[in-house]
């Protein structure tokens, strides 16, 4: 049966798709007919990723401009196509009162959470979209609006996340040729059951990122 999203025989890179969010949305990808490429720093999580998809991987971290524009070769090269970006690698660290905070951790949990997903974007956009159109798909956070205790250093970043993801790639996506389009999107979920969520009281926990056979 054809998908339904039209994205058959399309290719898409996944940023933190080794488990949780990221996996769930690779595997929903793939079975929708994407072929799909995904990243994560463990190299053995990323294997069994790729593997779970039928697809690609690259081990790496999001904060190294080299593995991104790696990251866009390896699709380029192994699909031909880059038509999807969703960019979900995050950190929630340093975790704790800012008071504690260290500014160097700080400095790092922006550099993955504000700029890598710009860097993608940029890398993807000169090799593949500029000429051909795609789409991005930021995953943000609701936490922007209302940073809970512990995680003020995620949720003053992920205020910019959201701000820089969605205006690095809407208003900044012009000028495709007419016969393409390029545009993206941004969701941000609610309190997910994953490791990354794992520091979260489970009252607050909404639901769950479905990975696996019967999901
Ligand atoms: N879960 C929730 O309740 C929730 C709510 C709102 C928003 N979100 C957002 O959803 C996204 C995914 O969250 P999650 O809960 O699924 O997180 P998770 O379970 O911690 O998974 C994070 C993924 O990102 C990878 N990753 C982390 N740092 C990376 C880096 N520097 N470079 C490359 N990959 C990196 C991790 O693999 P490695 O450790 O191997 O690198 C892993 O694959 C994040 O953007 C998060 O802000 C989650």
Not at 25 to 42: F, I, K, P, S, Y
Not at 84 to 101: H, R, S
Not at 123 to 134: L, S
């Amino acid at each position: 049966m054809t998908s339904p999203y039209g994205i058959e025989g399309r290719a898409a890179i996944v940023t933190g798709a080794s488990r949780g969010i990221g996996l769930a949305v690779a595997e929903a990808l793939a079975a929708a007919g994407a072929r799909v490429c995904v990243t994560a720093r463990d190299p053995e999580g990323v294997g069994r990723a790729a593997e779970r998809v039928g697809g690609i991987g690259l081990a790496g971290s999001v904060a190294d401009p080299a593995h991104l524009r790696e990251l866009t070769e390896l699709a380029l090269r192994e699909f031909g196509r880059i038509d999807v970006v969703v960019n979900n690698a995050a950190t929630n660290q340093p975790y704790g009162p800012l008071m504690d905070a260290d500014p160097d951790r700080w400095r790092e949990a922006f550099t993955v959470n504000v700029e890598a997903p710009l860097r993608l974007v940029q890398c993807v956009w000169r090799g593949w979209t500029r000429e051909h159109g795609g789409a991005v798909v930021n995953i943000c956070t609701e936490g922007a609006g209302h940073v809970g205790p512990h995680v003020g250093a995620y949720g003053t970043g992920s205020t910019d996340s959201n701000r820089t993801r969605d205006t690095a790639s809407s208003t900044d996506f012009r000028s495709p040729p007419p016969s393409a389009s390029a545009h993206s999107t941004s969701t941000s979920p609610r309190s997910i059951a994953t490791p990354g969520s794992a520091y979260l009281p489970k009252t607050t926990v909404t639901g769950t990122a479905r990975t696996g056979p019967g999901k």
